[in-house]
């Protein structure tokens, strides 16, 4: 049984940084993907990032050259380190993974499309940047 469990969201103020954790127990690090997605009340969800088990990583468009995806093996941890934060980027932010492999679907669709429909996810956690 694969669990995820998000923390480190917060309040910031534009411009600033926020790093965000997902401990991840039970999955298989011989083939998976993982990512980060977001939602906001009334809008769809949408995929930030995405990192597999041969190290290749993917983002939207939307947060590329501010957000970094990385996965520490030995602690079993996802990271999201956000930089240069805006309002916009206000949501819930969720973890999610699967035990398949994702970067031809990546290409195909995106990691916006992608990566809100993996099969495991978090409880999620607030981000909040003010202006």
């Known amino acids: 049984q694969v669990q995820l469990q998000e923390s480190g969201g917060g309040s910031v103020q534009s411009g600033g940084s926020l790093r965000l954790s997902c401990a991840d127990s039970?999955?298989?690090?011989?083939?998976?993907?993982m990512g980060w997605f977001r939602q906001t009340p009334g809008k769809e969800r949408e995929g930030v990032a995405a990192?597999?088990?041969?190290?290749?990583?993917a983002y939207a468009d939307s947060v590329k050259g501010r957000f970094t995806i990385s996965h520490d093996y030995a602690k079993s941890t996802m990271y999201l380190q956000m930089n240069s934060l805006k309002p916009e980027d206000t949501a819930m932010y969720y973890c999610?993974?699967?035990?398949?492999?994702?970067?031809?679907?990546?290409?195909?669709?995106?990691?916006?499309?992608?990566?809100?429909?993996?099969?495991?996810r978090g409880q999620g956690t607030q981000v909040t940047v003010s202006s």
């Open positions: 999610a993974a699967d035990e398949i492999r994702c970067d031809r679907a990546i290409q195909a669709l995106g990691v916006m499309a992608v990566v809100p429909e993996l099969k495991y």
């Open positions: 990192i597999d088990s041969d190290g290749n990583t």
């Open positions: 039970g999955l298989s690090y011989s083939l998976y993907c």
